[in-house]
T-cell receptor, first 115, second 121 residues
Framework: DAGITQSPRHKVTETGTPVTLRCHQTENHRYMYWYRQDPGHGLRLIHYSYGVKDTDKGEVSDGYSVSRSKTEDFLLTLESATSSQTSVYFC??????????????FGPGTRLTVL | AQKVTQAQTEISVVEKEDVTLDCVYETRDTTYYLFWYKQPPSGELVFLIRRNSFDEQNEISGRYSWNFQKSTSSFNFTITASQVVDSAVYFCALSDPAGYNSGGGADGLTFGKGTHLIIQP
C-alpha cells in the first residue's frame, strides 16, 4: 500500500459537464500520474507530474487538464466531459530510493460514466 | 516509440496446471524497467515484479517465476500449480530511461493490453 487514495470512487455525469478527479498521496512522492483503462487498450497515460506545478502530457491528453498545487494532491479535470471519456481512471506514484525500490504503485481507481 | 505486446488475450486452464503469460517489448533504449501487474476482479492493480534491463537473472517467488531474455525482448511470467485465486488480468509494462536513470521517477509506463487468465476449478 503506497498511501494513495482517489476520490470520488464512482461518478456518473452528463455530457458537457466539468468533472474533477482527485488523487491524494501521503508519502511525499515527487512523481504522480493519471492513466485511463479501457477494454482492449490496457492502461494509457494521460498526464503526469514531476513536482509541484510541474506537469507534462502523456499519450492521451486531449480533453484533459491537470494541476498540482501541493505535493500530495494531483487533480485531473475534464473541462467538458464526453461519452468517450467514460473509463476507469487510475492515479499512480513512483517510489524512489535507488534501484532497489523504484516502482510504480497505483491507487484504487475511479469509475467515471459520462451519459 | 516503445511498445509492449501481450499476444494472449485470454488463457483458460484447469487448476493445478502450469501457465505462462507472454510479454514482448520494443524499445530503442538500453536502460529501462519491466513490470508485471495483476488486476483481480475487484479492479485494483497489484504490483508483482520489477526487473531492470541489466539483470537477466530469472526470478522465482513462490509459485511465480519470471524469465527475462533481452536477446528476444521478452519478459514472460509463469505460474506453477495454478489456483483459482490466480484468476485475473495480468499486465506487462515498460518504463522509459528516465525511470531508470533519473533516480527520481519515470515519464510513465507503456502497458500491454493484458492477458485475462481464467483458472477453472
Amino acid at each position: 500500500d503506497a498511501g494513495i487514495t482517489q476520490s470520488p470512487r464512482h461518478k456518473v455525469t452528463e455530457t458537457g459537464t466539468p468533472v474533477t478527479l482527485r488523487c491524494h498521496q501521503t508519502e511525499n512522492h515527487r512523481y504522480m500520474y493519471w492513466y485511463r483503462q479501457d477494454p482492449g487498450h490496457g492502461l494509457r497515460l494521460i498526464h503526469y507530474s514531476y513536482g509541484v506545478k510541474d506537469t507534462d502530457k502523456g499519450e492521451v491528453s486531449d480533453g484533459y487538464s491537470v494541476s498540482r498545487s501541493k505535493t500530495e494532491d494531483f487533480l485531473l479535470t475534464l473541462e467538458s466531459a464526453t461519452s468517450s471519456q467514460t473509463s476507469v481512471y487510475f492515479c499512480a506514484i513512483w517510489t524512489s530510493g535507488g534501484e532497489g525500490t523504484d516502482t510504480q504503485y497505483f491507487g484504487p481507481g475511479t469509475r467515471l460514466t459520462v451519459l | 516509440a516503445q511498445k509492449v505486446t501481450q499476444a494472449q488475450t485470454e488463457i483458460s486452464v484447469v487448476e493445478k496446471e502450469d501457465v505462462t503469460l507472454d510479454c514482448v517489448y520494443e524499445t530503442r533504449d538500453t536502460t529501462y524497467y519491466l513490470f508485471w501487474y495483476k488486476q483481480p476482479p475487484s479492479g485494483e492493480l497489484v504490483f508483482l515484479i520489477r526487473r531492470n534491463s541489466f539483470d537477466e537473472q530469472n526470478e522465482i517467488s513462490g509459485r511465480y517465476s519470471w524469465n527475462f531474455q533481452k536477446s528476444t525482448s521478452s519478459f514472460n511470467f509463469t505460474i506453477t500449480a495454478s489456483q483459482v485465486v490466480d484468476s485475473a488480468v495480468y499486465f506487462c509494462a515498460l518504463s522509459d530511461p528516465a525511470g531508470y536513470n533519473s533516480g527520481g521517477g519515470a515519464d510513465g509506463l507503456t502497458f500491454g493490453k493484458g492477458t485475462h487468465l481464467i483458472i477453472q476449478p
